[in-house]
């Protein structure tokens, strides 16, 4: 990623205003792009896809203090603490780095070279080292406009992480490993320091020597709007424990693109109401997708005619129009 970046080192620590900030810079600051590092304390983030309720653990939540928040990217619930670091590109889009996530971790990766870390993209979003999880990744396109955000763990509580969330069986089935914390591991046991602060250097300097980074501080009408944006959004229960409509009919499957969910109320042969959620990797509004599923015959040929008539890896990213419509009916 050889261009210049405005460079936030974000200090702050609320996971809702941090969303709120990446927002924020996506879509009011067009002519920018940005680099922004920052953390959240205990908290577990989901997708803007999926239920809430599925993806956490209650008793655990509630007990150890954590936060939940709905991000507006796709992909699955991560958890975050302050041994966990998050960068965000925010940038124009273009058709040299398109949409694919590996035109943003390649940086990643290249700077965890940098420092003796030999990791690799694997899967449909994640940096692995020995075939270990360290980083998570999700995307989100707005107008011309591209965010894309990662987690690095480095020294995060791994107990914690697994308690904080549920994980479905299924997500192991097609791998060796069957638990978070075997399929997990944190960065600094591969570094001979395990100070935050130290690493964050290391990895901005990485940065550094492959794109012009300018500093940016935030302004005070900036603070007030992404402030504004946190209060009426982000800290909102209502935006992230959506309620769920109770809908005639529930499929589910997890294919390759991730786990998918589809709810659907019909009338006769006519789909009257559609609701999709998962941990798929989508980029764009699923309202549009469930919008143009509504008021169309209830019938495989239907539905898939209808997916197929829009850029589908826009809204379910890896699956298919086929492995919708086998969802539904099989």
Known sequence: MNKKLYFINNKCTSPYFNLALEEYLLKNKTNMDFLVLWQNKNTVVIGCN?????????????????????????????????????????????????????????????????????????????????????????????????????????????????????????????????????RVINLSEFLPYSDMEDFKENILRSFANSCKLEPYSLTDEDIYSIEKLSQEKYAEPSWTFQSVQSMGIKASAYYPGGYIEVRLKTEGNKITHCKISGDFMSVCDISVLESALTDIAFSPKEIKKTADSLPLKKFLGDITSEELVKCIFN
Request: proline share 2%; charged share 25%.
């Open 50 to 182: 999926q239920n809430a309720y599925e993806e956490i653990n209650v008793d655990f939540i509630e007990k150890n203090g954590v936060s939940v928040v709905r991000r507006i990217t796709g992909g699955g619930a991560v958890y975050h603490d302050m041994g966990n670091l998050n960068f965000s590109f925010i940038t124009e889009l273009n058709e040299e780095n398109g949409f694919t996530i590996n035109d943003f971790t390649r940086p990643v990766i290249h700077a965890l070279s940098d420092i003796g870390i030999c990791a690799e993209a694997n899967g449909k979003n994640d940096i692995t080292v020995n075939g270990r999880k360290i980083s998570g990744n999700a995307q989100r396109i707005y107008k011309n406009r591209i965010l894309h955000h990662g987690t690095l763990l480095f020294n995060s509580d791994i107990s914690k992480l697994s308690g904080a969330l549920n994980v479905r069986p299924e997500k192991f089935s097609s791998k060796s490993t069957k638990s978070v914390e075997s």
